[in-house]
Structure formats: C-alpha cells, structure tokens
C-alpha cells in the first residue's frame, strides 16, 4: 500500500504530510511525497520560500531544500520531484497525477484548504488531483490530527481477516 502526498512545503502540506505517516504506520504503507517545481518561474519558488531573496534559483538546491523539510515530518517517506515548465495549477495537478499514475497510491493525502469547494476551482490543485478516480483522496484542512491507536477490520468484506 502507498500513500502519495503532493508536497510544496505549505501549513496544509505538512499537515497532509504529518497525517499520511500516521496513517502509513497504522497500516504498515509506504509514503511518496512529491513535489513539483517550475523551471521557470523563480518567483514561485520564493514565493513558496525554497530560495532565499539572495540566493541563486536552481531546481537541485530547491529539491533539495524541500527534501529536507518532507525528512523533518517523515524520516521514512520517499521524496520526488518533478519539473513543470510553468507554475500554472493546471500543469502542477498534471504532473502530479503522471506521478500517481506511476507510484499506483491507494491513497493521496491532499493539503486543502477549500475542500468545500474542491469540485469548483479550476485553478485548484487539489481540484485537479482529486478528480481522479484511480485512488481514495484524503483532505487534510487543518493540522491537528486524531491520534490512530488502531484499526481493526471489522470482516465485513470478502477476503477480509479480523
């Protein structure tokens, strides 16, 4: 089992990010976080403050601050990145998806914070992700999770043990 999280260091990232480890040691699954970073777009990634106002933008430096913030949440998840030649949602939720297609999840924990909305923006790219019907999407809005102490199967499914 894998859990995917789209990964871009934000406050819901971390909390998506926080939660599919929580729930991957519940369930013994494996965690990829991917990350996805325009090539051409400097100011996307100051934006998202992988580069420093003062530091030279380049992908290996930004993948690699990233790497290190997904290590802090999750020592034991995998970490991807992918190039986008634009920062546009639509192109993010597209690489994101090629990596779902790729890494096969049960499970995408997406960071939201307009989950309400989700089938509505269509500059989302939670939206867009979401919209894939391959995998269960897990909305994280806020960080503070509930603790899992177990979960029992309940043997209500064929081939189900408890």
């Known amino acids: 089992m894998t859990f995917l999280v ?6 819901l990232a971390d909390a998506a990010l926080a939660r599919a480890t929580e729930y ?3 369930l013994d699954a494996d965690i990829v976080a991917v990350t996805v970073i325009p090539e051409d777009d400097e100011g996307y990634s100051r934006d998202k403050n992988w580069v420093e106002a003062d530091e030279a933008f380049d ?10 913030q997904v290590v802090n949440i999750a020592p034991e998840a995998s970490f991807r990145y992918e190039r986008s030649p634009t920062s546009s949602p639509e192109r993010i939720s597209t690489e994101i998806q ?19 909305q989700i089938v509505t923006p269509v500059t989302s790219v939670a939206g867009n992700v979401a919209k894939d019907a391959e995998y269960d999407v897990h909305i994280v809005r806020y960080f503070s999770p509930t603790e899992i102490q177990e979960i029992e199967s309940s ?3 064929p081939g189900e043990m408890r």
């Open 155 to 157: 043997g209500d499914y």
């Open 98 to 116: 090629r990596v779902a297609d790729e890494e096969v999840p049960s499970v995408v924990f997406l960071g939201s914070d307009n989950a309400g």
């Open 6 to 11: 789209p990964y871009d260091g934000s406050y």
């Open 24 to 26: 991957a040691a519940a």
């Open 59 to 68: 992908v290996q430096t930004v993948a690699s601050f990233v790497h290190k």
